[in-house]
Nanobody, 125 residues
Framework: QVQLDESGGGLVQDGGSLRLSCKAS????????MAWFRQAPGKEREFVAS???????????VYANSVKGRFTVSRANAARTIDLQMNSLQSEDTGLYFC???????????????WGQGTQVTVSS
């Protein structure tokens, strides 16, 4: 059993920043990669960023084109935590942000077996 708990969401204005955190508990192995997805109302859940938790590729990151240069995902294995630094936020970034864990990094939802409940990010113009 793996449990993921997101935090850090909130309401910000255009150009603002937020830092999201995801704390993992339970049986987390070094082969597990973690990622952030987001879902706006009426839209499909989309990939945001991933970070490798594996020993071989620990720290390797992948970003969606829409957030490159603005978002940064990082890991803290000892604390079983990943963060998502979000800068220069835009209205298009509004959505429910989910933390996910899976066997390898991917932008496909089906790869991730474990999901948090999500934390809301709202960007006002």
């Amino acid at each position: 059993q793996v449990q993921l708990d997101e935090s850090g969401g909130g309401l910000v204005q255009d150009g603002g920043s937020l830092r999201l955190s995801c704390k993992a508990s339970g049986h987390i192995s070094n082969t597990v990669d973690m990622a952030w997805f987001r879902q706006a109302p009426g839209k499909e859940r989309e990939f945001v960023a991933s970070v490798s938790m594996r020993s071989r590729t620990a720290g390797d990151t992948v970003y969606a084109n829409s957030v490159k240069g603005r978002f940064t995902v990082s890991r803290a294995n000892a604390a079983r935590t990943i963060d998502l630094q979000m800068n220069s936020l835009q209205s298009e970034d509004t959505g429910l942000y989910f933390c996910a864990a899976g066997p390898y990094g991917s932008n496909l939802r089906r790869i991730y077996a474990y999901w948090g409940q999500g934390t809301q990010v709202t960007v006002s113009s």
